[in-house]
């Protein structure tokens, strides 16, 4: 039997990302719909262990749903990876009276609540929120979608200048396991090539495509770069091919932490909205231990476990979309 929702939090963790406001107003104004009471909790799980509990209303989430960052806050706890932490964090959940949790976040986030799950019982439903896209069980995560048009406008602003200078440039976008944001920020930017977790490049590949470039009057080259690719950052990469190629003018722009923040777009609005109702119409619904997410346009509800073990692959059109458009074979 379901337990009965009269009261449920909602906590962001791990990385932030745009979106993540919007789906914490999701929450708030649907569990208030269906007569649920809300409790936000700062700073992630390090805020259940500290007691840091407020009760929001849905005026508390007005003139957020245009904002970056989470005005829950966010943190990677360290204590709660402990077993006394949970404890701590279980006692705070009594004493407050919350019958279910939402965690709005990514891979970690969803660790830790499957452990609390197991070990304490507390209802858990996810949200996916996380820049990187690298969650099983949804197509798209909160906030890949604005990182990814972040990314894109850099990418444009540096295309203008690496033309004027005929110069070769390699740009690291974020994704430490993955190269989601790098595969379509390549695609949508016109980069000659992306080199990711998910493919393997050689940096002889990246040396005979340049060269194959400069031999056929490209006087500019855009590379992306995902943070985990094989190789290495896109410094450790740029000073390879220095070193094989010394007449190009290469140079390396890093995008770094812009990519997590501004205002989320239209896209991760509405998958934020969607999935804030869904995690909470889970909740009631009696679903534990999973996280919603869309597949196929469907709304659907995925084991933590699965999330978290299994991988997304990248669709692998995607990644020849970027070697096609870029001319001929040139191996
Ligand atoms: O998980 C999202 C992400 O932005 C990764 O792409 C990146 O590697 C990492 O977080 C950076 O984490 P932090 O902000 O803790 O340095």
């Known amino acids: ?144 979608d604005t990182a990814v048009n972040t990314a894109l406008s850099a990418i444009d602003k540096i295309r203008d200048t690496a033309d004027a200078h005929e110069r070769i440039f390699f740009i690291e976008v974020m994704g430490r396991d993955t190269g989601y944001i790098a595969v379509r920020s390549a695609i949508s930017g016109g980069a000659e090539m992306a080199l990711m977790p998910e493919t393997k490049t050689s940096i002889q590949d990246v040396i005979s495509k340049l060269k194959y470039g400069t031999s056929h009057s490209k006087a500019s080259h855009i590379i992306i770069v995902a943070e985990g690719d094989e190789i290495g950052r896109a410094t450790t990469i740029a000073e390879k091919v220095k070193k094989a190629l010394p007449g190009l003018d290469t140079k390396v722009t890093t995008l770094g932490h812009v990519q997590r923040g501004g205002a989320p777009s239209a896209a991760d609005r509405v998958l934020a909205s969607r999935l804030g109702l869904g995690a909470v119409e889970g909740l009631i619904k009696g679903k534990t231990n999973v996280m919603a997410g869309v597949i196929n346009r469907t709304l659907c509800y995925t084991a933590f476990k699965e999330c978290i073990s299994k991988k997304k692959p990248i669709n692998n059109d995607l990644i020849r979309i970027i070697e096609v458009l870029n001319g001929r074979k040139y191996k």
């Open 1 to 144: 039997m379901a337990k009965t929702m009269k009261r449920i939090a909602v906590l962001t963790s791990g990385g932030d990302a745009p979106g993540m406001n919007a789906s914490i107003r999701a929450v708030v104004r649907s569990a208030h719909y269906f007569g649920v009471d809300v409790y936000g909790i700062y700073r992630g799980y390090d805020g259940m262990i500290n007691g840091s509990f407020v009760e929001m209303d849905d005026r508390s989430v007005s003139n957020i749903i245009q904002k970056g960052g989470t005005i829950l806050k966010s943190a990677r706890s360290e204590e709660f990876r402990t077993k006394e932490g949970r404890k701590k964090a279980y006692q705070n959940i009594k004493k407050f009276k919350i019958d279910g949790l939402v965690a709005i976040g990514g891979n970690g986030t969803f660790t830790g609540a499957e452990i609390f799950h197991k070990e304490y019982g507390v209802p858990c439903i996810g949200a996916p929120g996380t820049i990187d896209n690298d969650l099983y069980g949804t197509d798209f995560t909160i906030g890949y």
